[in-house]
């Protein structure tokens, strides 16, 4: 644990130091000017702030994470799967943020990705690391831990849909969440530590380095986006975090306890369904003032530093409480 805050440490560092350049780079190139913000009236002047900020939390993570684990790699197997597994997918969805971030800037301003050819990308990505996770890392079982079983119980085959749906989900859920400053680096940062110390718990070494790792470089990104944001996550960033954060909950096998743990991003993509169904089910009417959740809370008249700071303390509770789960 030493080591691992250590390295977290190093990595904020770097991504603080570089956090300026990224700013500077994302303007010049006007990685931001077409953004769309689906927000409340007050957002307009956010339009034009950077938005693929999250490069800096995906990119210093790749780097770190090689350097501290590459002569492990090379030894062993296990290792490799323990390394390589969420880093792979972290990077995977970043690559598929960034094209959705892009194709916002230049080809369809404000829109992105067409939703269905995304989530057919999310969910090949997310097969390909469900049957890894099952035939690699877990030698062809299906586990999950639950509260006081004091075993692993094997679902099998079933483990595979599971893990495609948990990851693809929580990628989307991080995503939706990413409404506000500082908002989704802190939700996700905070879960981050709670499956760093699950991870550490069980003796798993390098899932506990790569936890805090990511801790290190989404603390240096907030640096940049605290309230008022100099730079916006992006998909870029939003769905790796979400997407390696699902990996993790799996390579632990304290999956059940995932939606206690993303609370908050659980109920913010359950907010923006449940107003979609509403709409559709009531011919026009409206659940709630504006999805997701957050601009709910802001129409009615709490201010985006409440909310955030609000949502966080609720996201430490129920990161204790998936933790306490993890020890019964």
Do not use: C
Not at 182 to 190: K, V
Not at 229 to 245: K, T
């Amino acid at each position: 644990m030493g080591w691992a805050m250590t390295v977290a440490a190093a990595t904020f560092l770097l991504s603080v130091i570089w956090g300026g350049p990224l700013i500077e780079i994302m303007r010049r190139l006007r990685l931001g000017k077409n953004i769309r913000i689906d927000g409340p009236a007050t957002h307009a002047a956010k339009m034009g702030t950077p938005a693929m900020g999250g490069i800096l939390i995906v990119g210093w993570t790749l780097v770190v994470s090689l350097m501290v684990s590459i002569v492990q790699i090379v030894q062993a197997l296990e290792t490799a799967e323990s390394v390589v597994i969420p880093l792979g997918v972290m990077v995977a969805y970043s690559i598929l943020g960034g094209i959705d971030d892009y194709q916002g800037f230049r080809l369809r301003p404000g829109e992105g990705m067409r939703a269905r050819m995304k989530l057919m990308i999310q969910l090949t990505i997310s097969l390909v690391a469900a049957v890894l996770l099952y035939w690699l890392v877990n030698d062809r079982h299906g586990w999950i831990a639950v509260p006081t079983v004091p075993f692993l119980v094997d679902i099998g085959l079933l483990y595979i849909p599971a893990a495609i749906i948990l990851i693809t989900g929580s990628a989307n859920a991080v995503n939706l969440t990413d409404g506000l400053d500082g908002l989704a680096g802190l939700i996700s940062a905070t879960a981050f530590v709670a499956y760093g110390v699950i991870a550490f718990l069980q003796d798993q070494q390098f899932l506990v380095v790569f936890s805090f790792i990511v801790i290190g470089a989404t603390f240096g990104f907030l640096w940049y986006n605290a309230k008022p944001a100099q730079m916006f996550m992006g998909d870029v960033g939003s769905q790796a975090l979400g997407a390696s954060l699902g990996v993790l909950a799996l390579m632990t096998n304290q999956w059940l306890i995932f939606p206690i743990v993303i609370t908050i991003p659980v109920a913010t993509e359950l907010s923006s369904t449940l107003q979609v169904l509403y709409f559709r089910a009531t011919g026009g009417k409206r659940l709630f003032k504006m999805a997701p959740l957050h601009h709910h809370f802001e129409l009615i008249g709490w201010s985006e530093t409440q909310i955030v700071q609000r949502w966080w303390l609720i996201a430490m509770l129920t990161a204790m409480i998936g933790i306490a789960l993890a020890l019964v």
